[in-house]
Every structure is written in C-alpha cells, then in structure tokens.
C-alpha cells in the first residue's frame, strides 16, 4: 500500500466496508456494549445515514480498499449550529499515514459549508492518537457531553468553533 490514500463521499457500496472498519476498531478500544456507536444502528447503512441536509461522511481508500472514514452530521439534541463528528475510524495499517489530518480537514471544511458555526465531538479515554489529532485540529476539551447521542460509553469530549 504504497499510494495515498484518497478520500471521497461514501457511496452506498462503501456500507459493508466501512461497517467491518468500525466494527474491527473499537474492539481494539474496549468501545464495545451499550453506550457506544458500534452499536448505532446506521452502522450498517452509513451511506443512507448520511445523506439527509446538513452531513456528509467520506471514507479513506487505499489501493481500491476502504481503510478508514469519518463524517459530520447536526448534534442530535444540540444547539443547530453545532455539528458532530462522527464515526472517524482507522484500521491500524492507515493511521500514522497523514490520513486523519486530512480527513479531519475535510470532515471541518464540510461542516463550514453546510454552516455550522462549532463541532463537537465524544470519545473514549485510552484513544490516544485520536485524542492528540483533535488537540492538533483546534479542538479543546470540555467538561461533559452535548446534546443527545446516546454515546453514554464515552468518557472525553471536545469542541471548537469553526
């Protein structure tokens, strides 16, 4: 895997991919059971998901393979200038590769233009890489959960303005 890798809008035959990226990642995390987003039911069909006003989700292909994605959609039960990104997952053989940063670029530019004016994010604690590239994206730590993502399992969050 020597190419870079390109991002793209996910399209309804990335489904299957990305749902198995997702599903093979947070296991490495102990984001597993209830309160977190491996058990979202758009999981499955994260194409259709995505694809209401105001969100996108891209994917990360490498070779022809989905690798990895992430993607920004309104904060349910949030203020409506305020996004959240969602679902950003890696499988170990693409992170250290740039690709974060440059889908996080990505996730960012696309929230501004569906004009969000913040985005908002959740993780877990131990997902270290993740955190440093939220810190190095401009966004901050705050002190508990926004609006109403049914993500109980997750122990950090983050904001920034955009």
């Known amino acids: 895997m020597t190419e870079t890798p390109r991002i793209r809008p996910i399209e309804a ?48 292909e490498d070779a022809g393979k989905v690798m990895g994605g992430g993607g920004i959609a309104p904060l349910l039960g949030g203020d409506p200038d305020t996004c959240e990104l969602r679902k950003m997952y890696f499988l170990p053989e693409l992170r250290g590769r740039g690709a974060g940063a440059a889908l996080m670029a990505r996730c ?24 440093k590239l939220y810190e190095r994206s401009g966004f901050h730590r705050i002190d508990g959960p926004l609006g109403a993502t049914g993500h109980g399992g997750c122990n950090t969050f983050y904001l920034r303005g955009l």
Do not use: Q
Not at 23 to 51: L, T
Not at 113 to 124: I, S, V
């Open 108 to 131: 960012l530019d696309a929230a501004r233009g569906l004009g969000f004016r913040r985005c908002y994010l959740e993780t877990l604690c131990g997902m270290d890489a993740a955190m």
């Open 13 to 60: 035959g990335d489904d299957a991919a990305m749902a198995a990226v997702i599903r093979a990642v947070m296991p490495e995390f102990g984001a597993v059971g209830d309160g977190f987003a491996i058990n979202d039911p758009e999981v499955d069909w994260m194409h259709r998901a995505y694809a209401i006003d105001r969100a996108a989700y891209f994917v990360v």
